[in-house]
């Protein structure tokens, strides 16, 4: 990974074998970004996604192993328990142009990653919601 700072905004570069998740909270532990918005785009071979289904407050989860394409890499940054709490979701293609999406868990580059960052000065928390059943925001 490799990233340049203009103003508030980064301008990140992954490399094939980065992590994206990985990647995103160092990149914002090392420069304390503690609020943000996450944007970007790429290419990928390893893949899970999921989805929570709101009326068992279940979790589900898929990995996918093939070439796909980030069309759409779109989220936030914020903290929990004062560390850094990625919240990022995904639309993926593959080469059928099926697309894929949903909450990003984990994913693996396999050419490149182009990320923007964009820094916000100051700090949200989250916490965990018994009624919902997520960490959400808290002001």
Avoid: P, W
Wanted: proline share 0%.
């Amino acid at each position: 990974m490799e990233f340049k700072k203009f103003g508030s905004k980064y301008v990140v570069r992954l490399d094939k074998g980065d992590e994206i998740i990985e990647s995103l909270k160092s990149l914002c532990q090392e420069n304390a970004i503690r609020l943000g918005t996450v944007s970007g785009i790429g290419a990928v071979n390893r893949v899970k996604i999921g989805l929570f289904e709101t009326s068992t407050k279940e979790y589900h989860s898929v990995e996918l192993n093939k070439d796909m394409e980030i069309t759409g890499l779109v989220g936030n940054v914020s903290e929990m328990n004062g560390e850094v709490y990625l919240h990022l979701h995904a639309t993926l293609s593959d080469s059928t142009y099926n697309a894929f999406g949903g909450h990003l868990n984990v994913a693996v580059i396999s050419a490149t990653g182009e990320v923007i960052v964009d820094a916000i000065e100051g700090t949200v928390d989250r916490e965990f919601s018994q009624e919902i059943g997520l960490n959400l925001l808290k002001f």
